[in-house]
């Protein structure tokens, strides 16, 4: 039980998704909260990717598959087979890679779901702060420099939703909260204004 | 004090294992006889299942960790010991010497019983698949009836694939670090030129070099300094050594200019003249290297190959290792991934090439460690179901 309050609240909501029993993939597992949370409570299989040396020790040291590798790299294509797993999971990092596009692709070629969270650069404070001040953002969801973030391929849930329509990818579910997690009315109503973060759980159009 | 001499596993003494039944060998020969000399370091539990089976590499041997005769640390020592990532506290380590192998295995060197003459090169090449045979029945001797796990680097990472895929109920983990599946066409031209190199040697008497009381120096120096080079990287030597001369002004003759050419001369000469090292296990092992393809009994599929496997796999690689890339641990990950296995896989960056999996290194402790604890784990389940039944 401990375990479970002790789990972020984005991870909480993920796990609301997921079919007990079934084969995950984590893409940027990190130190392996969610694969462990999701094995424990859900008897899922699979494994966790992350490039980071400590956090690698980490999820090994909670007893998972950890595969290190680089998302940037072709790995994924190279090491799984097309519908290896129920879900492709990836939390906070569609922004931060080469191609995002490609990136999808190749979550799509290998699992039958995608499961994605990354931050709304559409959210009012940051249209505010481009529209007023004329300075690239900073918030407490992205608290970096223009100079020096990580998030270098940053987009809207407009942006993201588009870029699924261009490639034929179906939006099966999607929930929009603030950094806190939480949803309220208004974001349900304008979530490209007032969401500063988006779960999304995707797959390929069946035609 | 006190404390720092637990912490050690002191003078270690070598055993030996001789076994009466006869090996066929893959090369088609019959060993009918043969002993296994052997290192063991902790304690083994009563229900035997803390036991750990360390595999060496080309010129290692079963010292791997502890202090020999001469105060000599083993090869591994800073790897396995009480405290240390293999923890001796927890586990019974064993590493035995490779037959054909000249640190008092059975091998080229020892007497033949039949003859009452040293084998020289009448000792039959062996390979992987025979060195795993000879280690099962190290296992048995010991009365282990799984290892909890087995682990190597380099060629001892090849033996532990084999082992994973002969013997798939006799281990419950594999570690296989800076290994390949099978050895690319440069690998072999390496240990081809390490042979001639020894072969071509006026000393080394068509292998009869014990009978005729030399020893081929020049050739085992000139195996050693290929073979040196190619467990360095670009990288490393390039900042130990850059061109770094001997001599202010340069002197436009053949003696030793650069820095980098003492070192390695330094290095073949030790291995020749300090390490006794037999040529014939030299040559014998790396032919064990290039025969080494499991794969080749599964249509060269590695993926049908360790779909025979069931243990359990941490793969290591390190960045600048070009003799066994990370490449290929992928290809091993890849096949591994293809059966659904359990598998974990670190690439550990390192500037020390192929050497860097007996060098320390916190990344790499890191993994090593929390995956023994893994082991451990699996081992204290073992041991307290077995417990219960009772």
Redesign the interface.
């Known amino acids: 039980m401990s375990e479970i309050t002790q789990l972020t609240p984005e991870f909480k909501l993920i796990s609301e998704w997921i079919t007990p029993n079934s084969r995950v993939l984590d893409l940027g597992c990190g130190d392996g909260q969610l694969l462990k949370h999701l094995i424990d409570t859900y008897g899922v299989?699979g494994?966790g990717m992350e490039i980071d040396?400590?956090k690698?020790?980490q999820a090994?040291?909670k007893?998972?598959?950890?595969?290190?590798?680089n998302l940037n790299s072709h790995?994924l294509a190279?090491?799984?087979?097309e519908n290896s797993f129920d879900y492709v999971i990836m939390t906070q990092a569609l922004q931060v890679v080469g191609r995002p596009d490609q990136l999808l692709e190749d979550m799509l070629a290998i699992g039958k779901q995608i499961i994605i969270t990354f931050p709304n650069f559409g959210h009012w404070r940051n249209r505010a702060q481009l529209l007023l001040k004329g300075r690239m953002p900073k918030t407490d969801t992205l608290p970096y420099q223009w100079f020096d973030t990580p998030n270098i391929h940053m987009c809207t849930f407009n942006d993201f939703e588009d870029l699924c329509e261009e490639k034929n990818i179906e939006v099966v579910a999607r929930t929009v909260v603030n950094a806190e997690h939480r949803s309220s009315f208004g974001m349900r109503i304008a979530p490209n204004w007032l969401g500063e973060v988006a779960l999304y759980k995707v797959q390929k159009k069946s035609s | 004090m006190t404390e720092n001499k637990t912490k050690t596993l002191g003078v270690i003494t070598p055993q030996v294992m001789h076994i009466e039944s006869p090996l066929s060998l893959s090369g088609g020969s019959v060993l009918p006889r043969y002993d296994l000399t052997y290192e063991t370091y902790g304690e083994l539990n009563a229900e035997a299942t803390n036991a750990i089976l360390i595999c060496h590499a080309l010129s290692g041997d079963h010292h791997v960790a502890g202090l020999d005769a001469d105060n000599k640390a083993g090869w591994w020592d800073g790897y396995i010991g009480p405290g240390k990532p293999i923890d001796t506290d927890q586990f019974f380590v064993v590493c035995s010497n490779n037959l054909g192998g000249c640190r008092g295995s059975t091998g080229p060197s020892t007497l033949n019983p039949e003859t009452g003459k040293v084998y020289g090169p009448d000792f039959p090449i062996v390979t992987c698949r025979d060195w795993v045979n000879s280690q099962n029945e190290l296992r048995k001797h010991l009365g282990i009836e799984q290892w909890a796990a087995l682990v190597g680097g380099s060629m001892g990472g090849m033996q532990v694939l084999q082992w994973a895929i002969d013997y798939p109920d006799k281990l419950r983990h594999a570690l296989v670090i800076a290994a390949a599946p099978k050895l690319s066409a440069q690998n072999i031209a390496f240990n081809e030129v390490a042979r001639r190199a020894i072969m071509t040697d006026p000393d080394f008497n068509e292998g009869r070099f014990i009978e005729h009381n030399t020893t081929p120096k020049q050739g085992l120096a000139q195996a050693r300094m290929l073979g040196h080079l190619t467990y360095l990287s670009d990288d490393m030597m390039g900042s130990k050594f850059g061109r770094e001369r001997r001599k202010e002004d340069l002197q436009y003759n053949y003696d030793v200019e650069f820095q980098v050419e003492s070192y390695l001369r330094y290095q073949g000469e030790k291995f020749a003249t300090k390490q006794n090292f037999d040529a014939n296990t030299y040559l014998l092992m790396t032919k064990a290297l290039d025969y080494f393809d499991p794969a080749s009994e599964f249509d060269h599929d590695l993926s049908k190959t360790l779909a025979q496997a069931t243990a359990k796999f941490l793969v290591v690689s390190f960045t600048t290792d070009w003799r066994f890339a990370p490449a290929r641990s992928h290809e091993i990950v890849k096949a591994l991934l293809d059966n659904d296995a359990d598998v974990s896989y670190a690439e550990i960056t390192s500037e020390h090439g192929h050497d860097a999996f007996l060098l320390p290194n916190d990344h790499y402790k890191g993994v090593f460690t929390a995956y023994m604890q893994r082991v451990l784990q699996d081992s204290l389940a073992i041991e307290s179901t077995s417990e219960s039944a009772q």
């Open positions: 299989t494994y040396p400590d690698n020790i090994m040291q007893g998972l598959n950890v595969i290190q590798s790995d190279d090491y799984f087979d």
